[in-house]
């Protein structure tokens, strides 16, 4: 009974520090959310697999940032690329769990996606005059207006298609109120690419020029600011890499081929009672090279086969995002978005260029039944246009068509 009534005490004892001790810890705040990409996706035979209307871009990994899946569904057993229809039932891979940390001046962050993968992780310090943040994270080149999925699902918020988008990036960022300055990882593609003379297919029109060094000397830099003024939120930035790549010639002859990637961009968004109005506008050289998965063919710099000359790509976009809140439960949204590109081929005479503009238009509901719980049909088309080529037949690269069913529930 002594030994009983000895616990007895120590107990009481420890949960009467409980309070005590859990003011000197940190406060965490779990969350999580499930996410599925249900539809019926339609493209054209003429639509170059690297595009595959994923939010993709060329060269970014195995066709594209947001679904080599996606991109494999449209091949054939012999590796030759067809027009098809069918089905998307996926969860999506933006699906997340994660918490938010606090413990006075310091906080963090974690968060992994349904990959699995690790989205986020940081620490931020706030030392009065602002925040120190340390880490992975979003990074300043950041402004979402758009709500658009799109085929395959991937990340949405029309990722791929305009969006002002630097992804998740280990980075050094100061934040001031609405002003974001960051040092970000930079990004290089492994290989310069140069236009294929053998080519029959937008698919194989390109040809890599092996690099056998890749030189990163400087981070990426990037800003943003953001401000509120009544009904409008405004919001501008910009962002700037270089990278050298070292390539070796037949002769055995070395060269250095610098290039320099940049963006300059504006955003608002405008909400007039139940109306709202989201737009962005974006020029940027040579995209791909920063990793910012345009989704369109001439957007990253070219070299000819000796990487002794070089032309840089020129690219920008327009978002127009429209949309009418009707209940706090019940919303509709639309979008145009335009984007164009264009590049010369290098040492080309008479001079030769690439060129490629393309239109993507949807319309979406959004449902929440019940608190954290969400279905939003879309329907929606991305037109390809053409790409022209100066001296030469235009390309037609074909549409993809799809109407869907993002399933959310947050918890």
Do not use: H
Not at 211 to 238: C, H, I, N, Q
């Amino acid at each position: 009974m002594k030994k009983l009534l000895v616990l007895f005490v120590a107990l009481v004892m420890a949960f009467a520090a409980l309070p005590a001790f859990a003011q000197d810890k940190a406060d965490w705040s779990f969350y999580g959310q499930v996410r599925m990409w249900t539809a019926w996706e339609s493209v054209k035979a003429e639509t170059p697999a690297i595009l595959s209307g994923t939010g993709g871009a060329p060269f970014l990994g195995s066709y594209g940032y947001q679904g080599y899946a996606n991109a494999q569904r449209w091949l054939k057993a012999d590796g030759n690329y067809e027009g098809d229809a069918g089905l998307a039932w996926e969860l999506q891979g933006n699906s997340r769990i994660g918490a938010n940390v606090k413990w006075g001046d310091i906080g963090g962050r974690f968060e992994y996606g349904s990959a699995p993968n690790l989205r986020l992780l940081y620490g931020t310090w706030n030392f009065g005059g602002g925040t120190l943040l340390v880490g992975q994270d979003y990074t300043p080149w950041f402004y979402l207006v758009s709500n658009l999925c799109g085929p395959g699902g991937g990340e949405c918020n029309g990722i791929g298609f305009g969006s002002i988008y630097g992804g998740r990036q280990p980075q050094l960022k100061l934040i001031f109120g609405g002003l974001n300055v960051a040092l970000v990882r930079p990004y290089n593609q492994g290989s310069l690419y140069r236009i294929n003379p053998l080519a029959t297919t937008a698919d194989n029109m390109y040809a890599a020029v092996p690099a056998a060094d890749v030189d990163r000397e400087w981070p990426k830099f990037e800003a943003s600011y953001s401000l509120t003024a009544g009904p409008v939120a405004l919001w501008m930035g910009g962002a700037y890499q270089k990278v050298t790549y070292v390539t070796t010639s037949l002769a055995n002859l070395t060269n250095d081929v610098d290039v320099d990637s940049w963006q300059l961009g504006l955003g608002a968004r405008m909400a007039f009672g139940p109306f709202y109005v989201n737009s962005t506008a974006t020029y940027a050289r040579n995209p791909n090279n920063y990793n910012v998965y345009a989704d369109l063919l001439p957007t990253f710099s070219l070299v000819d086969a000796t990487a002794q000359n070089q032309e840089n790509a020129g690219y920008w976009s327009f978002q127009l995002i429209p949309g009418f809140k009707v209940t706090d439960s019940l919303s509709f949204e639309g979008g145009i978005i335009l984007q164009t590109s264009k590049v010369n081929v290098p040492a080309s005479i008479p001079e030769v260029e690439l060129k490629q503009t393309s239109w993507v238009y949807y319309i979406q509901m959004t449902w929440s039944p019940a608190k954290n719980v969400y279905i939003i049909p879309e329907l929606g088309v991305i037109d390809y246009k053409k790409l022209q080529i100066t001296g030469d037949d235009d390309v037609d690269l074909g549409k993809t068509t799809w109407f869907g069913i993002k399933w959310q529930i947050n918890f």
